[in-house]
Nanobody, 114 residues
Framework: VQVVDSGGELVEAGHSLRLSCVAS????????MGWYRQAPGERRALVAL???????TYSDSAKGRFTISRDDAKNTVYLQMNHLKPEDTANYYC?????????WGQGTLVAVSS
């Protein structure tokens, strides 16, 4: 399984961004896909997760502002981020979980200026 994430850029506070994650390979084994983020000096943390059955989980900081969705025809998972804040600044990583291993994207930088 390979995942490629994209869509990060520098934006002003209050603006929106949509991140994309395209997966390829043996996708039948994937049980969940998610977005994580890591700010400098901090640990990588879950932002949003969607399971193969459609169950969605958000971090407290993402609830109400971020939306995870998927397009199965395009093997793509999206993270729509609205009302961005400077504290959302981080590298965002897409992740695919096959129940045995985590497959990570290369990361895409989201920088939010105040």
């Amino acid at each position: 399984v390979q995942v490629v994430d994209s869509g990060g850029e520098l934006v002003e506070a209050g603006h929106s961004l949509r991140l994309s994650c395209v997966a390829s390979g043996n996708l039948d084994s994937i049980t969940a896909m998610g977005w994580y983020r890591q700010a400098p000096g901090e640990r990588r943390a879950l932002v949003a997760l969607i399971t193969s059955g459609g169950t969605i989980t958000y971090s407290d900081s993402a609830k109400g502002r971020f939306t995870i969705s998927r397009d199965d025809a395009k093997n793509t998972v999206y993270l729509q981020m609205n009302h961005l804040k400077p504290e959302d600044t981080a590298n965002y990583y897409c992740n695919a979980d096959d129940g045995h291993y985590y497959y990570w994207g290369q990361g895409t930088l989201v920088a939010v200026s105040s």
